[in-house]
């Protein structure tokens, strides 16, 4: 069985501050997603990464894949009250899709203003 | 676009009770698939089906039943409903794209089993 170990669970801190969220497995992933999930509503993707090092920004979310690809980071510059939720990342298998992700057990981010 | 659409959003059971869940995609994806959310233990799957007529179980299949007769929808059936049922119900689905392909979820289906 594959597992991903996330870290921290929680975490809260103050609006302009920096922050990393570890996803760490022994497993390796053909891929590796990171979703974001708000109160009742479902997870929503927010970037996969395939390659081993692979690094992707998405404005001030930087997300890095490990070299043997099984672990990756999500580091947030200048954190604001809108990045508040819960993150999730996702290994996926050599098939990919809905039915082949193993994932974390998520960090719960607060950013007060 | 309507996506992944679950129903319904909220339900209260009594224990031994049945139901079915429903999730609809119009995405015309092959994978289809039910996980369930508790606090402290992530997202674990349910049971998942790679297309129409296929259905296989995933980590915590017991107490569930699905089936797959169309490419757009994929029930979740709660045979004697139990407490230990009582989470967070997402539908997800993607296409056959291989490595790296996204799921899409539902709303979710909160359900109580009192």
């Known amino acids: 069985t594959q597992l991903l170990e996330q870290s921290p669970q929680f975490l809260s801190i103050q609006e302009g501050e920096n922050l990393t969220v570890y996803c760490n497995s022994s497993?390796?992933?053909?891929?590796l997603q990171w979703y974001r999930q708000e109160p009742g509503e479902g997870p929503v993707l927010l970037v996969t990464v395939v390659t081993g090092g692979e690094v992707k920004k998405l404005k001030r979310l930087t997300f890095q894949f490990g070299d043997a690809r099984k672990d990756s980071s999500l580091h947030i510059t200048a954190a604001q009250p809108g990045d508040t939720g819960l993150y999730l990342c996702?290994?996926?298998?050599?098939?990919?899709?809905?039915?082949?992700?193993?994932f974390g057990k998520g960090t719960h981010l607060i950013i007060q203003p | 676009n309507a996506g992944v659409t679950q129903t319904p959003k909220f339900q209260v059971l009594k224990t031994g009770q049945s139901m079915t869940l429903q999730c609809a995609q119009d995405m015309n994806h092959e994978y289809m698939s039910w996980y369930r959310q508790d606090p402290g233990m992530g997202l674990r799957l349910i049971h998942y089906?790679?297309?129409?007529?296929?259905?296989d179980q995933g980590e915590v299949p017991n107490g569930y039943n699905v089936s797959r007769s169309t490419t757009e929808d994929f029930p979740l059936r709660l045979l004697s409903a139990a407490p230990s049922q009582t989470s967070v119900y997402f539908c997800?689905?993607?296409?056959?794209?291989?490595?790296?392909?996204?799921?899409?979820f539902g709303q979710g289906t909160r359900l109580t089993v009192v």
């Open positions: 497993s390796v992933f053909s891929s």
């Open positions: 996702a290994g996926a298998d050599s098939r990919g899709g809905a039915d082949g992700l193993t």
């Open positions: 089906s790679v297309g129409a007529g296929i259905t």
């Open positions: 997800a689905s993607s296409s056959l794209g291989g490595k790296g392909t996204e799921a899409f």
